[in-house]
């Protein structure tokens, strides 16, 4: 079965609701570990009082018994305590530019901007970190890792260079910022209120890493096989996400062929290669190197600094409406970056490996290992 997942729920609503179908049976699954991922999202320096409210936790309401899978559909469940203090909300008839207002009213034909801001609002993206969360739970089996470390913000930039996983965990998790390098952390953080006396937001960008991720996932045979068109479109469906790279895809535009392109090697029974540039992925599969994908976000469309809108109801000109948000939300994207490259590897490892039961699939899995050696 193919892995299938979706969400429900609006920002203000009783709960987000996620759902995941395909995860094989007998895998051991608890709301403890879903909730370290929520937690994680929560957090970063930059966050709004939105956060200050709630306090994520999952509920697992379907597809578990006796703390394992059984094949079935998971549902989880998260609450919005912020449901309890907001319900009656004024109309809002300014659409904010950058954000889904408007476009959203003139194409479902509504008068109030909260109907298309409620369920596009980021607060829906708690709901894939805790499906990413089982996603990862199950790559974990197979001894696949994936992070996500915030490269820049605001325009400035601190890439962790080609360091592995275990190395950068260790510094990024205690970093307000998921940041690598401490030397960029107190000129970020005063950026960041600098900004937020002004009234204004930041962006910037992350980058997810994935290691363990074994050659064959994805495929050249069709467009939508390619694995890494499909971890384009994951990232660029996380809100404020506006461009996508994958691994030195920028920089390599700019290169020739013979700087571009990784060299394969040979040694020990088994190939390897120079450098990864490609970012783990050739011809739309992955070539067991890491795979790396930077997701940008722009920033965040709802400030206080006036900006020009139109007012819905009568058409005279005014100022665009301010909703209580972050100033920069990149280490919190960081962390929904990670789930959504988390489900879309799950499922590329699902479609190549299949199975009914964990124990079905590491059957499969290993066996095409033992192949692969006898290359």
Known sequence: MSLRYYTAGESHGRCLVGFLEGIPAGLALSEADVNPDLKRRMAGYG???????????????????????????????????????????????????????????????????????????????AARVALGAIAKKFLACFNIDILGVVVE?????????????????????????????????????ALIDRCKEEGDSLGGAFLVIAEGVPVGLGGHVQWDARLDARLAQAIVSIQAMKAVEIGEGIANARR???????????????????????????GGISNGEPILVTGYMKPISSIHKPMASVD????????????????????????????????????????????????????????????????
């Open 256 to 282: 020739h062929g013979s700087e571009a392109h990784d060299q394969i090697f040979y040694q020990d029974g088994k190939f390897s290669r120079s450098s990864n540039h490609a970012g783990g992925t050739e």
């Open 47 to 125: 966050r709004g009082g939105r956060m200050k409210i709630e306090s994520d936790e999952a509920i697992l309401l379907t597809g578990i018994f006796r703390g394992k899978t059984i094949g079935a559909p998971i549902a989880v469940m998260i609450e919005n305590k912020d449901w309890q203090l907001k319900k009656d909300l004024p109309q809002i008839n300014f659409p904010r530019p950058g954000h889904a207002d408007l476009a959203g009213l003139l194409k479902y034909d509504e008068t109030d901007i909260r109907a298309i801001s409620e369920r596009s609002s980021a607060r829906e993206t």
């Open 312 to 375: 819905m109801q009568t058409k005279e000109a005014g100022k665009s409406h301010y909703q209580r948000s972050d100033v920069c939300a990149v280490p919190a994207a960081s962390i929904v970056g990670e789930a959504m490259v988390a489900l879309v590897l799950a499922q590329a490892f699902l479609e190549k490996f299949g199975g009914d039961s964990i124990k079905e699939v590491t059957r499969n899995y290993e066996s095409y290992l033992a192949r692969l050696k006898a290359r």
């Open 153 to 189: 913000i605001g325009g400035i930039a601190s890439h962790p260079g080609n360091l592995d996983i275990a190395t950068l965990r260790a510094r990024v998790e205690d970093s307000p910022l998921r940041l690598f390098n401490p030397d960029k952390e107190k000129e970020i953080m």
